[in-house]
């Protein structure tokens, strides 16, 4: 796969270098994922005008009323789900520019991704063959329901904010397996992590977030 290193200025190597320093300075110690952020290109993600600001670490818009994720904020969910283990089966819920897509399809075995935006999840896939990935799956659906042919699953992660904390997903969950998901509290999000273990999910808040709500059919 293409390291993708193409770009001048703004794109360049010692640009992308300077925002892993910044991740590292904010708490993201995982090597894996520090190297992904590295090599994924930001910029393929954004529009073209927007293409100076991706590597600074702010969330900005793709269109229809969504965004991409700020880079630490990626790093941070995708560090909590894979807690320094290999994971094989990961479901996304909300590909949305497919920046985290990528970042995960880096890292694991298989990414199964779900969207219900359809000219976003187009052209998430298209970046992701252009960029060389061939371990993933797109499917155009509500995400709130997961993907539930092709679990259970060792990660989960929700790029959008639920209401509640949707069950359908806990259950879609293998035996140790983590989902990352923000969760609505009040005023605020919470970011917040949840292990199946053998007894029961335990939960564990994170930190607050701002993340775009989480959408499903019927709500």
Request: hydrophobic content about 40%.
């Given at each position: 796969?293409?390291?993708?290193?193409?770009?001048?200025?703004?794109?360049?190597?010692?640009?992308?270098?300077?925002?892993?320093?910044?991740?590292?300075?904010?708490?993201?110690?995982?090597?894996?994922?520090?190297?992904?952020?590295?090599?994924?290109?930001?910029?393929?993600?954004?529009?073209?005008?927007?293409?100076?600001?991706?590597?600074?670490?702010?969330?900005?818009?793709?269109?229809?009323?969504?965004?991409?994720?700020?880079?630490?904020?990626?790093?941070?969910?995708?560090?909590?789900?894979?807690?320094?283990r290999a994971l094989g089966r990961v479901l996304e819920v909300g590909s949305g520019s497919g920046y985290q897509t990528a970042i995960l399809a880096a890292l694991v075995e298989e990414v199964y991704s779900v969207e219900r935006i359809e000219p976003l999840l187009k052209l998430a896939r298209r970046r992701l063959q252009?960029?060389?990935?061939?371990?993933?799956?797109?499917?155009?659906?509500?995400?709130?329901?997961?993907?539930?042919?092709?679990?259970?699953?060792?990660?989960?992660?929700?790029?959008?904010?639920?209401?509640?904390?949707?069950?359908?997903?806990?259950?879609?969950?293998?035996?140790?397996?983590?989902?990352?998901?923000?969760?609505?509290?009040?005023?605020?999000?919470?970011?917040?992590?949840?292990?199946?273990?053998?007894?029961?999910?335990?939960?564990?808040?994170?930190?607050?977030?701002?993340?775009?709500?989480?959408?499903?059919?019927?709500?």
């Open positions: 796969m293409s390291s993708h290193w193409d770009g001048i200025g703004f794109t360049s190597q010692r640009t992308r270098e300077r925002l892993i320093q910044r991740l590292r300075t904010m708490g993201i110690h995982d090597g894996r994922v520090l190297e992904a952020m590295l090599n994924v290109p930001r910029h393929t993600f954004v529009d073209e005008a927007l293409s100076s600001r991706a590597y600074e670490d702010t969330a900005l818009p793709i269109g229809h009323n969504q965004t991409i994720s700020q880079p630490y904020i990626v790093a941070r969910m995708t560090e909590a789900l894979l807690a320094g252009d960029l060389g990935y061939r371990n993933f799956r797109f499917k155009l659906s509500d995400g709130g329901w997961g993907w539930p042919e092709h679990g259970p699953y060792d990660g989960i992660i929700v790029t959008a904010a639920a209401a509640e904390l949707p069950e359908a997903l806990c259950e879609q969950l293998a035996p140790q397996a983590r989902l990352v998901i923000p969760v609505a509290q009040g005023q605020q999000q919470q970011l917040q992590l949840i292990t199946r273990g053998e007894d029961g999910y335990r939960r564990e808040v994170l930190e607050t977030v701002n993340f775009v709500p989480l959408v499903r059919d019927g709500y």
